[in-house]
């Protein structure tokens, strides 16, 4: 079976592993990045790891199809690089992919990093074989991902599908993008405990902050565990955060008319308390002729979205 | 030069011609669809008509390499159909690209009106060879299509780019298509006439009153006659109006990272007083790096462009 090495940059963790056609991971390891020691002590580290990994595993370069790496955005693709990635200050311009694709003397091919999740969960995952899929994970923000009739949509310089910018209210809060009233900005992680917390500093009683000791605890979590007991507060936080993630995919569903976006992060561990609601609010925003064909699913990769994400993107490259 | 035959179908007309594969018409014609009398009467006509052109220009069936359809959404593109468009009832089911199909004994493709403009901006127009490319049209509504990576984004079902769909304010007017604060809702031609006579029913003065004649006479056009003459509700409504295209824009440029944006449709016959500011907002409202990559420029097909993206969509089905 072929195989290919795939690697997934983070600003804490440096992941890597050989993973099969079928999406096995074969082995994998990780380094710390040390992101502010700058790229190449990185890039060495985790490509010395690599080699060992492969020796474990008896395999040659020879063996392998190809590398794949997922990365932070922003990234200028015909670089190969990181373009002012906020937490790989200093990375700009080091060529991330040409300096792993010469350390074993193998292509490589770099991509944002949901947008290698959504080709995961495309060639391995959730959406096994859905020609046009979209993908996004909520977690501290929104990111995404689309697979155009079977292909990776990477855009001009590979920054393609920013679904998290995607506008809820012009009118809204100024977002450091550039524009107001983000998508990401009333649906993630990290936007749903903030508009907890504003509720709560703003008097609103709530076994929420029993639950979490104090205000500045409060995170999703607190408030799946007091929507489960049926505190009010939970329950109007929960129904407006399922209406924000319902019109965001609304606007996904007329842009791509995908047959299934594939949802993933840590905000989808609330399981059918959020999917049973996003789901009926998404297709009752979008077109119907649209909304009709269109699936809406837990993501399939879990834990490994990282380097099986990077490994779908050699194995496309490789096409 | 190998050629295709084209159809653009209407609510009123259905527009056909023989295009070259340097986008050249070498003849064309329409007749009335009188589309309330169904599908059947309208493709038999149209195929008269066209085999007629055929006849006059001394071509053959077989010396073309098929035919492309450009016809309003909604589509079922796996049937061939229209599937519940507004102007053409009862058309729903009628597989007008099997039907004309077996007139000519060639290859057909149907595909949205918007979409195969797209396609022949990419191939033929003002964004040729620009690979990652989005077209929007600013008319009645506003519709769009894009190019990823040089191939047409058709969708699950054909429906894809329901641009005009972009939602600017959850918190908006509902729109038919089932969300609310619909980008073509506040930017299109229909949206920029009603929130002129909203103002002028409000008793705002404006030399655009004496320029229409009456309140329900007012369009886009006394709009851009007023303004050139410095009148101050003129001013406020195409601030507004560049406002709402550029906040559109931006997340078509957030969403898809496009080298170019081509925009068409009666309301860009205004010229640098919508390219400039629209342009100017467009890219300050998105993210940095993707707008650094993306021009905005005027539609280069003119009043070819039906029968020219159909064309289009026969090209590239037959790559």
Redesign the interface.
């Known amino acids: 079976m072929r195989k290919v090495l795939a690697f997934d940059l983070g600003g804490t963790k440096f992941a890597f592993g050989v993973v099969a056609e079928d999406g096995t991971v074969l082995g994998s390891g990780r380094v710390e990045t040390l992101a502010q020691n700058g790229p190449d002590q990185a890039v060495k580290r985790v490509a010395t790891a690599a080699h060992e990994l492969l020796l474990k595993l008896n395999l040659k370069s020879s063996d392998l199809l190809g590398i794949g790496i997922a990365s932070p955005?922003?990234l200028?693709i015909a670089r190969g690089c990181v373009?002012?990635s906020p937490n790989l200050p200093g990375w700009t311009g080091y060529s991330i992919e040409g300096e792993l694709s010469k350390a074993f003397g193998l292509p490589a091919r770099i991509d944002n990093d949901t947008n290698a999740a959504a080709l995961g969960e495309y060639l391995f995952g959730a959406g096994k074989g859905r020609k046009?899929l979209v993908y996004i994970t909520i977690s501290t923000g929104i990111g995404g991902g689309a697979i155009?009739?079977g292909?990776l949509?990477?855009?001009?310089?590979?920054?393609?599908?920013?679904?998290g910018?995607?506008?809820?209210?012009?009118?809204g809060p100024a977002c450091p993008?550039?524009?107001?009233g983000c998508f990401e900005m009333y649906a993630s992680g990290t936007a749903i405990a903030r508009r907890t917390r504003e509720a709560l500093a703003h008097g609103t009683t709530s076994s929420i902050l029993s639950l979490a000791g104090k205000v500045e605890n409060v995170t999703t979590h607190h408030v799946l565990q007091a929507l489960a007991q049926n505190d009010p507060l939970a329950k109007k936080i929960w129904d407006e955060t399922t209406e924000?993630l319902g019109?965001g995919l609304?606007?996904i569903i007329?842009?791509?008319?995908?047959?299934i976006i594939v949802v993933g992060g840590g905000v989808t561990a609330a399981g059918d308390v959020l999917f049973k609601p996003m789901r009926e609010k998404a297709l009752?925003?979008?077109?119907?002729?649209?909304?009709a064909?269109?699936s809406i699913v837990p993501a399939g990769l879990g834990g490994d979205v990282g380097v099986v994400g990077a490994a779908a993107c050699a194995f496309e490259a490789s096409r």
């Not at 949509?153 to 590979?158: E, L």
């Not at 993008?177 to 107001?180: A, E, I, P, S, V």
């Not at 007329?254 to 047959?259: L, T």
């Open positions: 955005g922003p200028d373009d002012g046009n155009v009739d292909r949509m990477r855009g001009a310089n590979g920054n393609a599908a920013e679904l910018h995607i506008t809820l209210d012009i009118k993008c550039g524009g107001n924000y019109r609304a606007v007329d842009v791509f008319n995908p047959e009752r925003y979008a077109f119907p002729r649209l909304a064909v269109c």
